[in-house]
C-alpha cells in the first residue's frame, strides 16, 4: 500500500506532462518532475541503481551482452552500460546490461579465448 501511494506523484507529473500539448518546454518540466518523484520513491523503497561502468565486470551484478577490444581499460573492466541494474534492499532486482573491455585488441586466438570466458562469466 506504501509503494501504491508513493507512485501516485509520479503519476500525477506524468498526467501533467501529457496535459500539456504543444508546450514543450511544459512537457519537459513534467518529465523531469516525474523522474524526481521516481528516484524518491526507489531511494524510500531502498531501490538502488547499480553504476557499473569503469567497475570490474561481477557476474553477480551484470550481465555481458558484449566483449570489446579497449587500448584504455584493462581486460574485464565495464566499458558501456547498455540497460542499468538495479538493486533493492541489497539484493538484486535486475542486472545492469554492459559491454566488457578484452584489453588492447590482439591476434585472433586471444579474441576468440576472451569471448567464451565472457560467455562462461555472464
Known sequence: EKFA????DV??????????????EA???????????WKRVMEAFEIERIEAVGQP?????HE??????????PRG???EQHVPGYKIAGRL??????????GPSGGQEE????????QQEA
Open 27 to 37: 512537457i519537459r518540466e513534467g518529465v523531469r518532475l516525474t523522474l524526481e518523484s
Open 5 to 8: 501511494l508513493a507512485l501516485l
Open 64 to 73: 555481458a551482452l558484449l566483449e570489446l577490444p579497449s587500448d584504455e581499460h
Open 93 to 102: 532486482l535486475r542486472p545492469a546490461k554492459v559491454v566488457v573491455s578484452k
Open 57 to 61: 565486470f561481477d557476474p553477480t551484478h
Open 11 to 24: 503519476v500525477d507529473n506524468l498526467e501533467r506532462a501529457l496535459a500539456a500539448e504543444g508546450d514543450l
Open 77 to 79: 573492466i565495464v566499458i
Open 111 to 118: 579474441e576468440g579465448n576472451s569471448e567464451s570466458d565472457a
